[in-house]
């Protein structure tokens, strides 16, 4: 498990093969995406839009809402659910 996402502005995102553990990838004011920070590799994608998550940048440190809820296609439920809050993970 990881505790921090360190902000990184992108024209487009890289694909998955390249995401970094740790890092968010953001472009701004459309998607952010980010490996899931459980440990488990998957990737997390985020639209930003008034309807899906909205990211505030305060001075780099980013707060991403509503929380983050990952599943997996064999479990239903949440495998890792949690905030982003300052670019730290605030687990649920």
Same mark, same amino acid.
């Given at each position: 498990?990881? #505790?921090?996402?360190? *902000?990184?502005?992108? #024209?487009?995102?890289?694909?998955?093969?390249?995401?970094?553990? =740790?890092?968010?990838? %953001?472009?701004? #004011?459309?998607?952010?995406?980010?490996?899931?920070?459980?440990?488990? =590799?998957?990737?997390?994608?985020? *639209?930003?839009?008034?309807?899906?998550?909205?990211?505030?940048? #305060?001075? =780099?440190?980013?707060?991403?809402?509503?929380?983050?809820?990952?599943?997996?296609?064999?479990?239903?439920?949440?495998?890792?659910?949690?905030?982003?809050? =300052?670019?730290?993970? %605030?687990?649920?």
């Amino acid at each position: 498990m990881i #505790n921090k996402l360190i *902000p990184k502005y992108c #024209n487009s995102i890289p694909e998955k093969e390249f995401l970094t553990e =740790g890092i968010l990838y %953001i472009v701004k #004011n459309h998607i952010a995406i980010h490996l899931c920070a459980c440990g488990c =590799g998957l990737e997390t994608v985020t *639209p930003l839009s008034p309807e899906n998550w909205k990211l505030i940048d #305060n001075d =780099g440190l980013i707060t991403l809402r509503p929380s983050i809820g990952n599943t997996k296609s064999e479990a239903p439920k949440y495998h890792a659910h949690y905030f982003i809050t =300052g670019n730290k993970i %605030i687990w649920c």
